[in-house]
Nanobody, 124 residues
Framework: QVQLVESGGGLVQAGGSLRLSCAAS????????MGWFRQAPGKEREFVAG????????YYTDSVKGRFTISRDNAKNTVYLQMNSLKSEDTAVYYC?????????????????WGQGTQVTVSS
């Protein structure tokens, strides 16, 4: 069982930056692929970024490439999402997810554990 707790969300102006953190419980954090998803009001949850346990494989959805960076610190059982050049369309609840597969998926079904979410609001 893995428990995930996100933090770092908030209100920011367009063009600004935020860094989300996700702290995971458990002693085998490095065995899990990790991902970030987001869900805006009235929309389906969508994949944002994911990386493998060793950070060798990293994926981003096209809309955030060049602006967002996912990373992890296995010694601290934490995964991060650095978000720069934020846009109003990035406004959503952001969820951290962990998957038992070594390779990160890009669909929600590929992940087994989820955090409670953190709100990111970008004002234009």
């Amino acid at each position: 069982q893995v428990q995930l707790v996100e933090s770092g969300g908030g209100l920011v102006q367009a063009g600004g930056s935020l860094r989300l953190s996700c702290a995971a419980s458990g002693r085998t954090f490095s065995n899990y692929a990790m991902g970030w998803f987001r869900q805006a009001p009235g929309k389906e949850r969508e994949f944002v970024a994911g990386l493998s346990g060793s950070s060798v494989l990293i994926y981003y959805t096209d809309s955030v490439k060049g602006r967002f960076t996912i990373s992890r610190d296995n010694a601290k059982n934490t995964v991060y999402l650095q978000m720069n050049s934020l846009k109003s369309e990035d406004t959503a609840v952001y969820y951290c997810a962990a998957g038992r597969s070594a390779t990160p998926g890009v669909k929600a079904v590929s992940f087994d554990y989820w955090g409670q979410g953190t709100q990111v609001t970008v004002s234009s």
